[in-house]
């Protein structure tokens, strides 16, 4: 019996020490994604009427026709689209205005409000947190 318990317990040992290695090295070498970000900006529009596949196919068609546009994507559940566009070349309000022109949406123009706009958030890791002050550990060792 104590033979079997020592075996889990260094098997269990063992799983836990291979499962750290794999995070840590994971962390060290995933580059984060290489965007021109000084100029990327990410804008949200909340549509008052129910979207479908149909009309999201129609949205994305018309805003990938907008000068600026880079990326998008939906949450049906909320009727709400999200899209990244480059502030160089067109605010959210310009292609905002282009997609109501495009099409007939019933639709707002999603604005922060004052007492958030300051705020630094990401969504994943809270900074402060003991996942944040890991990865950013490993990350000044690695890099």
Known sequence: MRKKLKIIALSLFGTTLLLLVVLVVHIATAKPIAYD????????????????????????????????????????????????????????????????????YKATRYILPSNIKAKQVCPVIQEGSFSYHFSKGVQRIFN
């Open 37 to 104: 970000n000084a100029t990327m900006q990410i804008s949200r529009i909340d549509f008052q009427e129910p979207l479908d596949s149909l009309k999201m196919k129609e949205i994305h068609r018309n805003l990938k026709s907008i000068p600026g546009f880079i990326n998008d994507s939906y949450n049906l559940k909320n009727n709400v689209v999200v899209f990244f566009h480059d502030n160089k070349i067109a605010d959210s309000k310009k292609i905002y205005d282009e997609l109501m022109k495009k099409g007939s």
